[in-house]
């Protein structure tokens, strides 16, 4: 399964060109860009899975420094601060990963 299985490529182009510029990212604007935030739990649980590039049932931090780059390979790597800001925002059991439960919560939140 693929990220375009879910979202529209025009939406995906949208939200990766919104956030270019380095430390301009912001998690809830890009997925309500992309469209995610319209999509039903077991479609964000989907996604969850595909970015969790190494199937550990976690995002960690070092692949949330590629979270965009999985949305599109030319796209840019998060900087230090964003991934910080991305994973302090989203984990809430402050175990220093994102869970497929906490993804959810933050993007349908």
Do not use: Y
Request: hydrophobic letters at 40%.
């Amino acid at each position: 399964m693929s990220l375009s299985s879910v979202l529209s490529a025009d939406a995906i182009d949208s939200a990766l060109k919104d956030c270019q510029a380095p430390d301009s990212f912001n998690p809830k604007k890009f997925f309500q860009l992309c469209g995610l935030t319209k999509k039903s739990p077991q479609e964000v649980k989907n996604v969850f899975n595909i970015l969790d590039n190494d199937a550990s049932g976690f995002i960690e931090e070092e692949e949330l420094k590629f979270f965009l780059q999985r949305f599109s390979p030319g796209a840019r790597v998060l900087t230090d601060k964003e991934t910080k800001g991305f994973l302090s925002a989203a984990d809430d059991d402050s175990d220093g990963k994102i869970g497929a439960d906490e993804f959810q919560a933050m993007v349908l939140s």
